[in-house]
């Protein structure tokens, strides 16, 4: 049998047998270090990296049990070997409900500790393979679902697979309909976290007196309406990742709840003094510039960096050349599929209309798009004549972002109906904060600095004469 190459560390109090395994196991072609005590060698296992422990059962201030424990606490990849002088089979029984993977008896067989040795580290190597062709699997499943051959698609998925193990905060940034949930959900599934659950919450459709409660969780009685203990968002992702898209949106009552869960790990339930203890990920995403909401104070600075530690940034949808293309084709035989229509592709005059489009609902509008093309048509190709209105307006407003084309009549031509442009404008911005808002009109009337009742009023009156604003 071909012995593993590996590094390894040896812990026992008696300097006689140290010597003896370093011996046997150093003339294997093994580097081996030794420890003269358990402490010794938490210590360098805190400072080094050993594919094998074997050590000593019975060992002053530090016994071997306890390093063990050190081990499965801080979830090493190194394998262990308990040795005993005592030949206890109780004790050696202990040491493997820790994760030994096998035991020695004292007086050292050099034949034992040969196979010992080797077995351990090929059942090291195998479960290495196995956790690597896992995570292979893992990644092609949920990497996939995040269509591009753009190079900053490469890059984000790259980063996705970086970042998936670490626990650290991310902060997904993005315009709206970018896919900042779908990265979210690869990251998560992609982690050690992927068999505990992932909380989505949208911080920006849930109402602000409402999302403390949806956060935190409340106790009975703690407002009008709690007729029971509720718990949080926050205690359903225990063990797992909790999403909180659109933080930007977030009252500064809540940031500062949110920053010392963070911080602390833990919090109090709307009404309650009791502490809850949570072990949680968060990934976090906003469509909003937060450096500048931080300097205008509308942000705090502390969770702002304590949320951007792994920034990630996705690109807009016309910035993404050809996948323009790329992610029509996968819209168009996923509503194949669940539409049962026969749709096969743009004509390349109506992916050069789509291409002019500057997207502003970015792939969610695509989608959305490609889903009214088939439940309109049947089977075939989508030619220019079955698009939308807006995407065939052969003048846009420059450096809008989509929505309705503004074509102001000059005054030299006759007289205009100044109410109806007013109107026209007015439309054009309700399209296009509707669009940015996925549709949420409290965030929509946020936008455009008027009321929610305002919007729904102007939305209305303009129905009867343009169409419903966000539909063409």
């Known amino acids: 049998m071909t012995t593993v190459k590996a590094r390894l ?3 026992d109090d008696d300097w006689s047998a140290r010597e003896v395994i370093s011996n046997i196991l150093t003339s294997e072609g093994f580097a081996v270090e030794t420890a003269s005590d358990g402490e010794e060698a938490i210590a360098k296992l805190d400072q080094a990296t050993y594919d094998l422990l074997i050590t000593d059962l019975k060992m002053p201030k530090v016994e071997g ?25 109780e004790s050696a029984i202990a040491a493997m409900r ?23 580290l090929e059942y090291r190597q195998l479960q290495s393979e196995n956790t690597m062709l896992k995570r292979q699997l893992k990644t092609a499943g949920k990497i996939d679902t995040i269509v591009g051959n753009h ?16 626990d650290s905060t991310i902060l997904i940034l993005g315009e709206s309909g970018t896919g900042k949930e779908l990265v979210a959900r690869g990251i998560h599934h992609l982690s050690d976290r992927a068999d505990r659950p992932l909380i989505p919450v949208n911080c920006g459709a849930i109402p602000e007196d409402l999302l403390e409660s949806e956060l935190f969780g409340h106790v009975k009685g703690a407002f009008t309406g709690a007729v029971t203990d509720r718990a949080g968002r926050f205690q359903l992702a225990d063990g797992g990742t909790i999403f909180l898209d659109e933080i930007g949106d977030m009252s500064p009552k809540l940031q500062v709840k949110v920053l010392r869960v963070l911080q602390e790990q833990e919090f109090e339930p709307v009404g309650s003094t009791q502490t809850v203890k949570v072990n949680v990920r968060v990934i976090a995403a906003t469509n909003r510039d937060l450096e500048k909401d931080v300097r205008d104070r509308r942000f705090r600075e502390d969770l702002f960096y304590r949320l951007n530690v792994i920034p990630v940034h996705l690109p807009p949808l016309r910035e993404r050349g050809d996948d323009l293309a790329l992610l029509a084709d996968h819209f168009i035989k996923k509503f194949n599929k669940t539409k049962g229509r026969r749709l096969t592709h743009f004509t390349p005059e109506a992916l050069a209309l789509l291409q002019r489009h500057t997207w502003p609902g970015n792939v969610r509008e695509l989608e959305n798009l490609v889903e009214r093309m088939a439940i309109l048509h049947q089977e075939g190709a ?20 989509g929505g309705l084309a503004l074509d102001l009549p000059p005054l030299d031509q006759g007289a205009v109906d100044l109410g109806l442009i007013v109107a026209r404008v007015e439309y054009h911005y309700i399209q296009q904060a509707l669009a940015l808002c996925d549709g949420v009109k409290t965030q929509a009337a946020r936008r455009l600095a008027i009321k ?5 009023e102007k939305a209305r009156k303009f129905e009867a004469l343009f169409g419903s604003p966000g539909t063409d």
Do not use: C, W
């Open 9 to 11: 560390l040896i812990a």
């Open 65 to 89: 049990i306890q390093v063990l424990q050190h081990l499965a606490e801080r979830h090493l990849s190194t394998i262990g070997i308990v040795a005993t002088g005592y030949g206890s089979i």
């Open 98 to 120: 820790l994760g030994a993977f096998d035991y020695l008896t004292k007086p050292f067989h050099i034949d034992e500790i040969r196979h010992v040795v080797n077995r351990a």
């Open 151 to 166: 190079p900053s698609i490469h890059r984000l998925k790259d980063l996705m697979r970086t970042v998936a193990d670490s």
């Open 382 to 401: 989508i030619d220019s004549a079955d698009l939308p209105e807006r995407f065939r307006q052969p003048h846009r407003r420059p450096g809008g972002a």
């Open 452 to 456: 929610r009742t305002t919007l729904v």
